[in-house]
C-alpha cells in the first residue's frame, strides 16, 4: 500500500485542478449537514439556557414572543410597557426584578435594571463598581471591548426620536464598572438603575433656576415667569444629578417587563394562576415559548435534512462520475502499467489510494469549516 499512496499521491499532485475540484465538492457536501446538525444544537443550547435560568417572565398582554425575546436578549424594544407598580405586585412571589430595554448606546442595548440583575445572573465585575447615582452605567465585557472601554470613561446614549418634545435628548452617561465574559447576551449591553432609563426616555427632568434672562418678562417687578421648555436642563452634570425629578407617581412610570424568581415550585404555579386570570397582566415561562420557536427550528432542519440527502447523493453521484471518466482518460497509462508488469491489484490499490487521500483531505477540511462556522455563530448569539 505504501507504493499504491505514493503513485496517488504524485498523480493528484499532476492533476490539481482535478484534485481540487474533487477535494472542495466532497468538503462541501459533509460541511453542510455537519454545520446544519450542530450547529441547530448549539443554538438550542444557548436559547434553552437563557430560558431556563428565567422561571417567570411578567409583561403586557400580547405576543408572548416578542415579550420573552426583548427581555431575554435585548433584541428589540417590545410594544406595549408595565407599570413599575407591577413589580411590587409580582414581588409577592419571590424576587422581582424591573427591565426597561427601551434605549441604546452606540446601538448596543442600554438595559435599565436594579443590582438584584446582576445577582441573579450571577454577573460579577471585572473592574470598578456597580451603578449608585443617576447617569452610571456599567459596560458588558463584549462592548466593553469593541469600544475600549474602562472605568471612568463617558458615553453618550443615542437619539431614539428626533422629533421627542418631552425633553429625551442623548444623555452623557459615566461608565463605573465592567463586567466579567458570561457567554450570554448581557455581555453585548450597558446596565444602569431604572431612573436612568427613564432620564434618556425624558421622563426624568430638572429645572435650571429663574433669572431675568430666562424670564418671559423680565421686566416684571418681583416676580420672573419661564415656561419649563425653557429651563430644562440639557445635560446631565455632576452639579445637577440630585436635581432630577419626576411629576407624578413613580409607580406609573413604564417598564418593559418584570423577571420574577420565585421562592418555592408553590409560589412559581401560584404566580402562573392568577396572572392567568388578570387581563392588564400576563406571566409567561420562557422556557416554553423558547421550546415553541424551537419547534419550528426543528421542523427547518427536518427540511434541511432531506435537502442535504439529496446534495451528498448528487456528491456522491458525481464522484462516480468524475473516477469513471478519470478510467477512461487514463487508459492507455493503465494499459502501459499492466504491460510493464504491474499486479493484478495494483491498478485497483492505486486508485483506492487517491480516493482515500481525497476523502481524508476533504474529511478535514469540511471539519475546519465547520469548527470556523461554529465559531461565527457562538459570536452571533451574542448580540
Same mark, same amino acid.
Not at 412571589?93 to 426584578?97: L, P, S
Not at 478519470?326 to 502499467?337: A, V
Not at 470556523?372 to 455563530?377: I, R, Y
Given at each position: ?7 496517488a ?29 450542530l450547529?441547530t ?22 405576543n ?6 426583548s427581555?431575554l436578549?435585548?433584541s428589540?424594544?417590545p410594544?406595549?410597557t408595565i407599570?413599575y407598580?407591577?413589580r411590587?405586585?409580582?414581588?409577592r ?5 424591573p427591565?426597561h430595554?427601551?434605549s ?6 442600554l438595559?435599565a435594571?436594579?443590582?438584584e440583575?446582576?445577582?441573579q /445572573?450571577s454577573?460579577?465585575l471585572?473592574?470598578?463598581?456597580t ?6 452605567v456599567?459596560a458588558?465585557?463584549?462592548v ?12 453618550r ?10 425633553g429625551?435628548?442623548?444623555a ?10 458570561s457567554?450570554s447576551?448581557?455581555d453585548?449591553a450597558?446596565?444602569a438603575?431604572?431612573?436612568?432609563g427613564w432620564?434618556?426616555e ?13 424670564a ?9 415667569e419661564?415656561?419649563a ?9 455632576e ?11 413613580l409607580d ?7 423577571l420574577v ?6 409560589r412559581h ?15 409567561v415561562r420562557p422556557?416554553?415559548?423558547?421550546? /415553541? ?6 421542523q ?7 435537502y ?13 462520475l468524475?473516477?469513471?471518466l478519470?478510467?477512461?482518460?487514463? /487508459? ?6 499492466r504491460?510493464?508488469?504491474c499486479s493484478r491489484w ?6 483506492a489510494a ?8 476533504a474529511?478535514?477540511?469540511?471539519v475546519g ?10 459570536a452571533?448569539?451574542?448580540?
Open positions: 500500500m505504501r507504493d499504491a499512496f505514493f503513485l499521491l504524485r498523480y493528484l499532485s499532476a492533476a490539481p485542478g482535478q484534485t481540487t475540484v474533487l477535494i472542495t465538492g466532497i468538503a462541501v457536501a459533509l460541511f453542510l449537514p455537519l454545520f446544519t446538525i450547529g444544537e448549539k443554538l438550542e443550547d444557548a436559547l434553552l439556557q437563557r430560558a431556563q435560568d428565567t422561571p417567570v417572565l411578567v409583561g403586557a398582554p400580547g408572548e414572543f416578542d415579550l420573552t425575546l427581555a436578549y435585548f428589540s424594544r410594544r406595549q407599570p407598580a407591577a411590587r405586585d409580582a414581588g412571589y419571590g424576587v422581582a426584578v427591565l430595554v427601551a441604546t448606546v452606540s446601538g448596543s442595548p438595559v435594571t436594579d443590582l440583575y446582576l445577582r /445572573r454577573l460579577t471585572s473592574e470598578g463598581r451603578p449608585a447615582l443617576l447617569g452610571e456599567v458588558g465585557s463584549a466593553a471591548e469593541a469600544f475600549q472601554i474602562s472605568p471612568g470613561d463617558t458615553i446614549s443615542d437619539l431614539t426620536n428626533l422629533y421627542n418634545l418631552a429625551a435628548y442623548p452623557l452617561l459615566t461608565v463605573v464598572g465592567l463586567l466579567e465574559p457567554g447576551p448581557d453585548s450597558f446596565f438603575d431604572v431612573k436612568t432620564l434618556l425624558g421622563r426624568l427632568h430638572g429645572h435650571d433656576a429663574i433669572t431675568e434672562e430666562t418671559l418678562d423680565p421686566e416684571a417687578a418681583g416676580n420672573l419661564a415656561t421648555a425653557l429651563l430644562l436642563f440639557s445635560e446631565l452634570t452639579e445637577n444629578r440630585t436635581q432630577f425629578h419626576v411629576h407624578g407617581d406609573d412610570l413604564p417598564v418593559s417587563a418584570v424568581f420565585p421562592r418555592s415550585i408553590r404555579d401560584q404566580l402562573l394562576g392568577d396572572y392567568a386570570l388578570r387581563d392588564d397582566l400576563q406571566a422556557s416554553m415559548v423558547i421550546d /415553541r420557536i424551537l419547534g419550528v427550528v426543528l427547518l432542519r427536518s427540511g434541511l435534512s432531506l442535504m440527502a439529496v446534495v451528498g447523493g448528487s456528491t456522491a453521484a458525481f464522484l462516480g468524475v473516477v469513471s478519470s478510467m477512461r482518460l487514463r /487508459r492507455s497509462e493503465l494499459t502501459l502499467m504491460r510493464i508488469g495494483a491498478i485497483p490499490s492505486m486508485i487517491e480516493l482515500s487521500v481525497v476523502l481524508l483531505v474529511v478535514l477540511l469540511a469549516l465547520t469548527a470556523a462556522a461554529l465559531l461565527g455563530l457562538s452571533v448569539l451574542l448580540p
